[in-house]
């Protein structure tokens, strides 16, 4: 099964009646964060394509980020269970369930309704420029990974 197409609307469907299928009691099969705190953990990837609140990596961090975290990111790899993350994406305090769903849906939906081209040879946050089919394989990526997670 390859990486769903989140710029298409029938991707972003899928995804979203993944998330649907979550509960505000749905519990890990591995990790530490509870369901609110996941969901809130892959808004983050999109704040740093749509909102200013993130902080952007020094040249040295982005350097080093591109030459040696870049590949695994936005290649079409899963992620290994229980991965290190980086500080901007662990998410300790409690969340919302309900709020950090929507939240994550209607980031989903926007990504798709920009669609693909919107994305190609876009500046990311932390990787440079990135292909379209690059930030489709880190948007969908981590979002299967995360739900996965939660068995959904």
Request: contains cysteine.
């Amino acid at each position: 099964m390859g990486i769903v197409n989140i710029f298409s609307q029938e991707g972003a469907q899928e995804i979203i009646k993944r998330i649907e299928n979550l509960k505000p009691d749905s519990q890990p099969l591995w990790g530490k964060m509870n369901v609110a705190q996941m969901l809130a953990h892959n808004c983050v990837t999109y704040e740093m394509t749509y909102e200013d609140k993130h902080p952007k990596p020094n040249f040295l961090v982005k350097f080093l980020l591109k030459s040696f975290v870049k590949k695994g990111i936005v290649n079409e790899v899963p992620y290994k269970k229980n991965s290190q993350t980086a500080p901007a994406f662990i998410i300790k305090n409690e969340r919302n369930f309900e709020v950090e769903k929507n939240k994550l849906i209607n980031f989903i939906k926007k990504t798709a309704d920009l669609g693909a081209q919107h994305f190609d040879n876009k500046e990311s946050h932390s990787f440079g420029k990135l292909t379209k089919t690059e930030w489709n394989n880190m948007f969908a990526k981590h979002l299967d990974h995360h739900l996965g997670q939660f068995g959904v």
